[in-house]
């Protein structure tokens, strides 16, 4: 009998804005799988946004089952299933907010959230954002942001079993 360990598998799709990374973990979910599962972290913080989750939903299909959780993914058991969770950044975004800004604590409770969420046998696809990959930003706000998303991307990159990192269009494959 094989361990349940043994079909878990993380794998972390990281780039800039619009560099291809939703789109390239799509692809490879449903590669995987016939009826994938969207894991969206967003908050709709107004209509317009609000618009732009409602296309993006339709833009998918029915093939997929589509979750909105902001920051609890662990509520959710998915055990057995392939799983796109998209993004990495807008989930650290909600904690970062909740905790006013406080890096330790939204670091800490990440890391938690994100090993009871992973712990489970699944496939998990993360998307995230290499927002550091620019100037150091003159606003304190983003600057202690853009730490606290690269040593969450430090930690998913550690324990992911594949890394891939999207240039304009182009999965470079970093790991595994």
Same mark, same amino acid.
């Given at each position: ?12 799709? +990281? !780039? !800039? ?17 016939? %009826? /994938? ?7 709709? #913080?107004?209509?317009e ?6 296309? %993006?939903?339709?833009?998918?299909? /029915?093939?997929? +089952? ?9 509520? %959710? ?13 807008? #989930?650290? +975004?909600?904690?970062?907010f ?17 090993d009871?969420?992973?712990?489970r ?6 998307v995230?954002?290499?927002?550091g ?16 998303q !690269? ?15 999207m240039?304009?269009?182009? /999965?470079?494959r970093?790991?595994?």
């Open positions: 009998m094989n361990d349940i360990r043994d079909m878990r598998r993380i794998i972390l799709i +990281t !780039g !800039g804005q619009r560099s291809g990374k939703s789109s390239y973990a799509q692809r490879l979910a449903l590669q995987l799988a016939e %009826h /994938p599962v969207y894991l969206a972290t967003s908050r709709v #913080w107004d209509e946004f609000r618009e732009r989750v409602r296309r %993006h939903q339709q833009d998918r299909g /029915p093939q997929w +089952t589509n979750i909105e959780e902001e920051k609890q993914l662990s509520l %959710h058991d998915l055990s057995g299933r392939t799983v796109v969770v998209d993004c990495v950044t807008l #989930w650290c +975004t909600n904690f970062f909740d905790n006013e800004g406080n890096v330790d604590k939204s670091l800490e409770e990440i890391k938690t959230e994100f009871k969420f992973t712990e046998d699944a496939t998990f696809i993360f995230t954002n290499e927002i990959l620019g100037g150091v930003s003159v606003d304190v706000v983003q600057r202690r942001f853009t730490d606290l !690269g040593w969450v991307n430090q930690y998913v990159a550690s324990r992911a079993d594949e890394v891939v990192l240039v304009s269009g182009i /999965p470079v970093i790991k595994g």
